[in-house]
């Protein structure tokens, strides 16, 4: 009985405590994922009453959609510059701010707050920084290029995207990098710096090495976040203009609900799903094998 009654009592516990949690993520996640998938065989359309199915012809659509493979490689390219440049710019705030300097903390709050405003309201403030406050700097200071606003040029736009982003991330980013510095033992650095590694040297020869799972989760999150990018690519630049700055995420969401070809879209969003997962997987696995042992 007592074996039973403990039985009982632990499959109580877990209906009670992880119970939402598992019907929560099975109708949020699991539900609408295996139903898109269905989806993706068929020429669903939420405009018409009936569907058939179709095979593979959706993804043969796919594969021969030029523009969804123009925008996806945009995507790549605003992804990649996006981790490079918002992990810079996190490494070079958090060793800043590492240390003991004054008004520490209200630096890092302050740096870290761009990351809590949605991604809607931040493309709509940058929206009027880049034509109202930067080409009135422009106008005073008789400097051409701020003249006219980046979101009307279509090879400065994305630059204005990726600046939003850096703006956006960076913050967020630095807060793991500090972790990772604070997390350095400090008997390894003053070990360092009697064997006469000091400044830079000590920065590439010890610091970096051991900060290698920080870069893994900052580079990470960038990707799989640049990869989402929706919200700030639609109030910042709406894909304009000319279609220059739509990424893939706005082209399947405009393939399924706009054009209401939601098989065609469905398709493209299972194939961009797995790109994005073997290329943060693989961020992952490779630079593993830069990590040390402290």
């Known amino acids: 009985m007592n074996i039973r009654n403990k039985l009982l009592t632990n499959i109580g516990n877990f209906v009670v405590f992880l119970g939402p949690c598992l019907i929560a993520f099975t109708c949020i ?7 898109g998938l269905y989806l993706t065989f068929t020429d669903y359309s939420p405009i018409s009453t009936t569907f058939d199915f179709v095979g593979f012809s959706n993804f043969r659509e796919v594969f021969s959609d030029k523009e969804f493979w123009q925008q996806f490689v945009k995507t790549l390219g605003y992804v990649f510059y996006s981790a490079i440049f918002c992990n810079i710019t996190a490494f070079i705030l958090a060793y800043l701010l590492a240390g ?3 008004a520490q903390n209200f630096l890092r709050a302050g740096f870290f707050t761009p990351n809590l405003i949605g991604g809607i309201v931040l493309g709509y403030i940058w929206k009027f920084i880049f034509a109202n406050v930067i080409t009135t700097v422009g106008d005073i200071l008789d400097y ?3 003249k006219t606003s980046f979101l009307t040029h279509p090879d400065r736009a994305i630059v204005a995207m990726i600046i ?3 703006w956006q991330y960076s913050g967020y980013l630095m807060t793991i990098y500090i972790a990772g510095f604070v997390g350095i033992p400090k008997d390894i650095q003053e070990a360092s710096e009697i064997d006469g590694a000091t400044g830079i040297k000590k920065l590439f020869s010890i610091t970096i090495p051991l900060m290698v799972p920080s870069f893994i989760i900052c580079f990470f ?3 799989s976040r640049g990869f989402m990018t929706y919200d700030l690519n639609l109030a910042l630049t709406n894909g304009q203009p000319y279609g220059s700055t739509r990424l893939a995420a706005m082209h399947i969401y ?3 609900f706009q054009a209401n070809e939601y098989g065609i879209g469905q398709a493209e969003a ?5 790109t ?3 290329a943060a997987v693989s961020q992952v696995l490779l630079t593993k094998k830069f990590e040390v042992e402290a």
């Open 270 to 274: 299972i194939i961009f799903f797995i």
């Open 100 to 102: 003991n300097i004054k």
């Open 276 to 278: 994005v997962a073997i």
């Open 144 to 146: 051409q290029p701020l």
């Open 164 to 166: 939003v982003t850096v």
């Open 29 to 35: 996640l699991l539900i609408p994922l295996f139903y």
């Open 221 to 223: 999150i960038i990707i």
């Open 254 to 256: 405009q393939k399924a």
